[in-house]
Each structure stands twice: as C-alpha cells, then as structure tokens.
C-alpha cells in the first residue's frame, strides 16, 4: 500500500477529502522514490481511488516498474475520507478557531465527525452512477472504514488468497482504515497511526492471509 505524493493541498496545510486535487513536484518525486523501493515486486492488479493525486501516484509506480500493462480499477470506496465542511481550509486556523484537542478528534479519532456540508457533492465525474444517497457530507474515520473494507474484502482479499501480489494507492485515512483492518488494531489505538506521503507498506501474509511480516514501524 502507498499513500499518495505530496499533493498541493498537503503543501498548503489544507483539509483535502474529496477536493480532487493534483501532485506537487515534490509529490511526483516522492511517487518515484516509492517506486525504486518497489523494484523487484511484480503486482498483478492495481487499485486506486478515483481522486487524481492518488491515480497520478499509481501511474508513475506502474511506469517506472514497467508495469503498465497490469489492470487498474479506480473505486471511489478508496477515495480518502470525506472532511466536510473543513475542505479547503488550512488546518492551523481551524486550531485557532475550534482548538487543538478537537481538530485532533476530527483528524485522529475514529469516531468523531468533522462539520457537515449542507448537501453532498454533485453526481458528476467519477459520482454519477453513484446513488446520491451514498454520497457523504463528512465522514468519520469508521463511516470511511464501512466503504473501505467492503472493497478489500470483495476485491483485494481473493485476489491475495490466490496467490496475486496487490498493488493499493490511496490516501492517509484509507490506508489507516486497512491497516486497523487487517492488523486488527482497536478503534482507541488507530489514533496513534500515522501514514507518510509516498512511503510504501508491505504486507507478507500466509495462505489464510495472516500477517507473517510487515515493514510498517508500529507506534
């Protein structure tokens, strides 16, 4: 699993969600750099979200380890959580504004909800055979998590029980619901996870997809 480059909302300290928003040219760097940590890992299905920072991501891994040929499916179940009505603000005036505990809650907590938008984003793009009552208009991290796991359940998990190496490139909140998922970690601890732009995360699981080793530092 990687998290995406740098984007250029990461770069201006902004709430991001569902802003789709592209890669600075640190970020592009950043998607090479996960690559050549790559080098030797042949994937056989790639899965991204269908935000461009993340696809972008995607596309430079599968470039550089000449693996364009292998399939990717773009789901708006990996798209990162839904920040509401904090989108596009800049991160430090909303401690200002509402204090550094409950920004953290907002950020950090699996439960807490950030403030809602008035009504969900259009069913345009990449939403517009999505049923508008799927649409969020803000997401804790556990209601980001009911989209998420479903996903890897259904599409990830055969595919690894197969014997398939899996490619995900996604965003913080996404791949913080997986690694709750699949190392099993409480709804307390998750908080104290972090996940770094551009850093890949590997996973060695046995035939029954227990953990037999993991690159991630646990914390």
Do not use: C
Not at 18 to 46: C, M, P, R, S, Y
Not at 178 to 188: A, F, N, R, T, V
Request: proline content about 5%.
């Amino acid at each position: 699993m990687v998290r995406h480059g740098e984007s250029t909302a990461n770069a201006l300290n902004q709430y991001t969600g569902w802003n789709n928003v592209g890669l600075t040219q640190e970020g592009i760097v950043q998607a090479h750099v996960a690559a050549k940590k790559l080098k030797g890992f042949e994937f056989d299905h790639v899965h991204t979200s269908v935000l461009k920072r993340a696809i972008i991501t995607a596309y430079i891994i599968q470039d550089e380890l000449n693996l364009n040929y292998v399939p990717i499916t773009k789901s708006w179940r990996l798209n990162e959580r839904h920040y509401g009505a904090l989108r596009g603000l800049n991160k430090d005036r909303t401690r200002r504004e509402y204090g550094v505990s409950q920004v953290h809650l907002w950020r950090r907590s699996f439960y807490s909800i950030p403030p809602q938008l008035q009504t969900p984003d259009p069913n345009v793009g990449p939403y517009k055979y999505l049923d508008r009552r799927s649409m969020p208009v803000a997401e804790s991290l556990y209601q980001a998590y009911q989209r998420i796991i479903p996903y890897y359940v259904d599409q990830v998990a055969p595919r690894l029980l197969d014997g398939k190496n899996q490619l995900i490139v996604a965003h913080g909140s996404t791949i913080r619901a997986l690694i709750k998922y699949i190392e099993g970690i409480s709804d307390q601890d998750i908080d104290g996870v972090e996940v770094a732009n551009g850093e890949p995360l590997v996973y060695d699981f046995d035939s029954k997809l227990n953990i037999i080793n993991s690159n991630r530092t646990k914390k």
